[in-house]
């Protein structure tokens, strides 16, 4: 919008001259006036009064309607554009969009607060801070910190599940012992009036626990990520023994029930090494909080955090809304997440993103329920305090909770499988954690034959897949593991992993005569 150009007016003023006779000066002054005043007036009586004006102090009560005069005179130029601005916004002649850049600029120029970040922003300085002093001696003094800080966070949810516990048991003999003394000298509608007061309270309670751990947590980060940009006592060592090489293995704390790796070979012209590692363990326990009492993987995280070899986990979850599974969500508020948000904003900000993107990509919606996903969807969530994985790929898969049936390759879960590798390729997961059967547990319809077939597609899937890779660019996809559920036979077990190496091609070792 074209401001209008400032227009002179003139000062008029009476006043006694040093002869006490009466006189009358004109002054031309712009408005509007944003200059000093009390300049203006001498200014005045040094060009428009006699020279002995000055002596006699009459800029003194020049000043008085100086001033007075160039307020009105300013509001009145200011009201003559706004009245303009109004007719010109009403006509439409004036472009709201384009104002808005305009003031938008004007404030990032002039307002330090809004002003463009020149130089990298705190949080690219706190991850290169982090990654320099992981790979230095300080780095067994950042685990014993982030130890102390989850055992906080450890101890005040335990008291807090303790309290919770005691009121509600408290309260569940309050209503036992009303309940005795119905039709007696207790009505329905006291009871009812005493399990509305039970779950007031339980509610008040609940959120205040939950308010004390969220501040715990607000403050244990912000004085973690302080600390860690300000250390400049540290000693980085060239040869630190805490430096491993990149192809390291996050699976080396918690040995599972049963596993065989193998070496393979893929590759249509140039052969590409691969590790296959097929096993059989708990969800859980590769999910598991970094800190926890049987955790040793605190450096294996920290050393593989910001590198180029990300190690990611595909967890099957039931349609419908972004949720996660409940204990890898209590898993990842065992502690703080100092490196990205915690669990439940993450899931908040893809819930965000999916409402924004309901009007143009083709996402089930329910009325009740928003957004909706369908199998072969994949939402991602990222980690730094789970004692196996940074990147959790949660593929929507309904058949997890339902009978098992017979899919194909062209199967959305299948495609959905395919897209989590094409995204590993292009982000530094190198290691990849997939499950075998496309199921976590096993169950009684689950019968040998079956389990044989779902493993041999989701094999030669996964092998076409890596293959397929190498045309995508990106980071090479080191380890796969091929995930079993921990309640399956052993026999059962030596069978699904003799197929690995009639599926992939495995590296047999020469023997020269």
């Not at 004085?223 to 630190?240: A, G, P």
């Not at 439940?344 to 089930?364: A, G, H, P, S």
């Not at 969807?377 to 789970?386: A, C, E, G, Q, W």
Request: hydrophobic share 35%; proline share 3%; glycine share 4%.
């Amino acid at each position: 919008m074209s401001v209008q150009c400032e227009k002179t007016v003139e000062f008029h003023y009476e006043f006694k001259n040093y002869n006490d006779s009466n006189a009358k000066l004109t002054y031309p002054v712009e408005i509007p006036y944003t200059k000093s005043t009390d300049e203006l007036a001498h200014r005045i009586v040094a060009k428009r009064m006699d020279p002995i004006m000055k002596f006699l102090r009459a800029d003194k009560h020049l000043k008085i309607t100086l001033k007075h005069f160039i307020r009105m005179e300013n509001q009145k130029f200011y009201d003559e554009q706004d009245k303009i601005a109004l007719e010109k916004l009403e006509t439409g002649q004036i472009d709201v969009d384009s104002l808005a850049l305009e003031l938008e600029k004007l404030y990032k120029d002039e307002i330090l607060e809004y002003a463009d970040r020149v130089g990298p922003s705190d949080d690219e300085i706190f991850a290169q801070s982090y990654h320099q002093l992981v790979h230095s001696s300080v780095l067994s003094e950042i685990l014993t910190r982030e130890r102390d800080y989850a055992k906080t966070i450890t101890n005040l949810t335990a008291q807090m599940t303790q309290q919770i516990t005691t009121m509600n048991t408290l309260h569940q003999e309050e209503i036992e012992a009303k309940m005795k003394l119905l039709d007696i000298s207790v009505t329905s509608e006291n009871i009812n009036h005493i399990l509305s007061k039970q779950y007031g309270m339980q509610n008040m309670i609940r959120k205040q626990c939950e308010s004390e751990l969220e501040s715990t947590r607000g403050h244990q980060k912000y004085e973690y990520r302080n600390w860690i940009t300000h250390i400049d006592n540290f000693l980085v060592e060239s040869n630190s023994p805490t430096q491993i090489g990149n192809r390291w293995s996050m699976i080396s704390t918690q040995g599972p029930s049963m596993e065989e790796s193998f070496t393979i070979h893929l590759g249509s012209q140039l052969k590409h090494m691969h590790n296959i590692r097929i096993l059989s363990t708990k969800l859980s326990d590769l999910c598991s909080p970094l800190y926890g009492d049987n955790s040793f993987g605190g450096p294996n995280v920290a050393l593989g955090l910001y590198s180029s070899s990300l190690c990611g986990i595909v967890v099957l979850t039931p349609s419908g809304k972004v949720s996660p599974d409940s204990e890898i969500r209590r898993s990842a508020n065992m502690s703080t997440e100092f490196h990205f948000d915690q669990v439940e904003y993450q899931i908040e900000k893809i819930q965000e993103d999916l409402r924004k993107l309901r009007q143009t990509v083709d996402v089930e919606r329910d009325s009740k329920n928003g957004c909706r996903l369908k199998p072969g969807d994949v939402f991602i969530t990222r980690h730094s305090n789970l004692s196996h994985s940074h990147v959790i790929f949660h593929l929507i898969s309904d058949e997890t909770f339902q009978s098992p049936s017979e899919i194909n390759s062209r199967h959305p879960v299948i495609l959905g499988l395919r897209n989590i590798l094409k995204i590993s390729s292009r982000h530094d997961v190198t290691t990849l954690t997939i499950p075998a059967l496309l199921r976590h547990t096993m169950s009684e319809d689950m019968t040998v034959s079956w389990c044989v077939r779902r493993a041999e597609l989701v094999f030669k899937c996964a092998k076409g897949f890596m293959i397929e890779s190498a045309s995508w660019g990106g980071a090479e996809l080191n380890t796969l593991q091929l995930l079993l559920p921990h309640d399956i036979s052993e026999e059962l077990f030596r069978t699904l992993a003799d197929m690995v190496p009639h599926v992939f091609r495995v590296a047999n070792p020469k023997i020269l005569q």
